[in-house]
Every structure is written in C-alpha cells, then in structure tokens.
Nanobody, 122 residues
C-alpha cells in the first residue's frame, strides 16, 4: 500500500466550488494512474475522474464540464477542481493511485486514501 493523504473537502452551497488535493508518500518513483472516486450514502463507490502520468484524463459523464482533474508528477499529487457543485455531488471522495513504482522498485496496485467529505447544500 501507498499512503495517500487527501484534503480540501467541506461544506459548500450549490453552485459553489471546492478543490481537493491528494498527496502520495515520499517514497514514490512514479504513479501511472491517479484518480478520484466518490461514495454517497447507500450507494456504491463510483469513478469520478482519472488522469494518467502522461496527462490523459477520463471523467464520469455527470461531472464533465464542471470538474477538472490535474496532477503534479514531481510532487506525486493529484487535484480535483470542482465547480458548479450540485447537491447530488455530496459524497465521500477518495483518492486512488494505481501502478505505483516505489523508490525501492516495488510495483503497487490500487492504493486508496482515507476519504474526504464533500457536502453540497441546496
């Protein structure tokens, strides 16, 4: 497992914005894919957005045009800029790092952060 630390969640009114950040532990050489998932109460965890080390992005249809994922490879950090938030965006947001190469040469799949709560009021 790779340690991932998320920040930036909170309470915001509909139409507002939030920016989530997720930083991986220092013993990382590279991360192929980083992403954000979310889980609302009573629902399954769903993919929100992913970004490859080369910058290729993928979004779930419900957030296209409103959310932007980006990353800083030098800092092993991924961001999620969320604009025009809606009450249905309310969920716990989880950071994910996949195909991680550590500085000791290990290849690690599927690491998760602890989650950060995003609540959008109507």
């Amino acid at each position: 497992q790779v340690q991932l630390v998320e920040s930036g969640g909170g309470l915001v009114q509909a139409g507002g914005s939030l920016r989530l950040s997720c930083a991986a532990s220092r013993s990382i050489f590279s991360i192929n894919v980083m992403g954000w998932y979310r889980q609302a109460p009573g629902k399954q965890r769903e993919l929100v957005a992913t970004i490859t080390i080369g910058g290729r992005t993928n979004y779930v249809d419900s957030v296209k045009g409103r959310f932007t994922i980006s990353r800083d490879n030098a800092k092993n950090t991924v961001y999620l800029q969320m604009n025009s938030l809606k009450p249905e965006d309310t969920a716990v947001y989880y950071c994910n790092a996949d195909q991680v190469v550590t500085t000791t040469g290990r290849l690690v799949f599927g690491s998760w952060g602890q989650g950060t709560q995003v609540t959008v009021s109507s």
